[in-house]
């Protein structure tokens, strides 16, 4: 699924980068609501992690009378579920917001959603080691990494989505 993202994905997993990696996918379906699709992969060596994690959500909501759609069904979700003090992101998919946090664990992750029709996608980068406090630079150069993956994803949907 992550095949259309592969050089920003070892950009940014750098010497920790392994293109024989195998990524845990699993699928969700969500009757009449959503299929997900998932993958995560973490790359490890000694005392430095960087991990790679894509959901995407297929929106094929159905009110039972062939009228819904889907697109308005997504979108409202995708806007109720954007957090208030997330940044919005211009020019990924049709729209677009960027979350930075210190994930579990310590370290840094740095999330971004985008949604393209019925298509709400969510890709997650973390440096598992940047430490407590990491600096202003490291959180910039995560955030530029996180958004690179998404924008490789969101312009090519077609290489991991089937129609």
Do not use: H, W
């Not at 992550?2 to 994905?9: E, L």
């Not at 920790?16 to 699993?26: F, G, K, R, V």
């Not at 060596?45 to 009228?67: P, Q």
């Amino acid at each position: 699924m992550v095949g259309v993202a592969k050089d920003p994905i070892a950009a940014f997993a750098g010497d920790l980068y392994d293109p024989n990696a195998e990524y845990q996918q699993t699928t969700t379906t969500y009757e009449q609501i959503s299929d997900v699709l998932t993958c995560y992969a973490p790359y490890s060596r000694a005392t430095s992690t960087r991990t790679v994690y894509v959901a995407v959500t297929v929106g094929k909501f159905d009110d039972g009378t062939g009228k819904a759609d889907r697109v308005a069904f997504a979108r409202d979700g995708f806007n109720q579920n954007r957090p208030t003090d997330a940044t919005p992101v211009a020019g990924v998919g049709e729209e677009a917001y960027l979350e930075t946090k210190p994930a579990s664990g310590g370290g840094l992750a740095t999330s971004l959603n985008f949604r393209i029709q019925n298509v709400s996608v969510l890709v997650k980068l973390a440096d598992l080691n940047a430490g407590d406090s990491p600096s202003t630079e490291s959180k910039a150069q995560l955030e530029d990494s996180t958004r690179s993956v998404a924008q490789a994803l969101a312009n090519n949907p077609d290489g991991y989505m089937s129609r």
